[in-house]
């Protein structure tokens, strides 16, 4: 099964810093998500990405996300000012015949 | 909306028992269902996936069967083992399709020595 590769794995931060995780798809797929897991409840969907534009975004995506592909491969989702309550592990995911592919996920810390 | 739950919470179970993990679903019309694995700290593996025109789906010691009908899921794990103690979470496509999935809580699976 392909992989999709997420950067860094770990992430430590003050609050109201920006963050960038990374995220390296499946080649050649079109649909990327981003979810989040805060610790000890459901793994939540942020977002979806098709064809370089939001395809669709839950309420939890707010004015302080945002998500590019800014080199056709990588996959970014940015928090512009982080907030104790963003500390989560964050998964970029691809669905493809086989079901989705999730990446190993960033956990980020907000301190 | 699509609501998925699961059944139990935890379980913990001695080396070698079969056991049965449940997944419950509110809108019966999903394209497929999906069973992952996520280890404490880690991201979700992919263990089986089963299409909503089958009924069951088997990888190894892995049965995973589906009932649109009565909106469930089971996930059986034979002769259990040690490393199979992890949390075990189900999705389905929120919208039917192939699409944003929405997941349960997990069952967080011991299986002592």
């Known amino acids: 099964e392909p992989e999709v590769t997420q950067t860094p794995s770990h992430q430590v931060t003050q609050m109201g810093q920006e963050v960038i995780l990374r995220c390296v798809p499946i080649s050649n797929h079109l649909y990327f998500y981003w979810y989040r897991q805060i610790l000890g409840q459901k793994v939540e969907f942020l977002v979806s990405?098709?064809?370089?534009?939001?395809?669709?975004k839950s309420e939890i995506f707010d004015d302080q996300f945002s998500v590019e592909r800014p080199d056709g491969s990588n996959f970014t989702l940015k928090i512009r000012s982080t907030k104790l309550e963003d500390s989560a592990m964050y998964f970029c995911?691809?669905?493809?015949?086989?079901?989705?592919?999730f990446g190993s996920g960033t956990r980020l810390t907000v301190v | 909306k699509q609501e998925v739950t699961q059944i139990p919470a935890a379980l913990s179970v001695p080396e070698g028992e079969n056991l049965v993990l449940n997944c419950s679903f509110t809108d019966s019309a999903i394209y497929n269902l999906q069973w992952f694995r996520q280890d404490p700290g880690k991201g979700l593996t992919s263990l089986l996936l089963i299409q909503s025109s089958q009924r069951e789906q088997t990888s190894g010691r892995l049965n995973a069967s589906l009932d649109k009908s009565s909106g469930r899921s089971t996930l059986y794990i034979a002769a259990s083992q040690p490393g199979d103690s992890a949390t075990y979470l189900c999705a389905v496509p929120t919208q039917g399709g192939c699409e944003k999935l929405g997941f349960g809580k997990g069952t967080n699976l011991t299986v002592k020595p």
């Open positions: 990405f098709y064809n370089n534009e939001i395809s669709e």
């Open positions: 995911a691809t669905p493809g015949g086989w079901g989705y592919t």
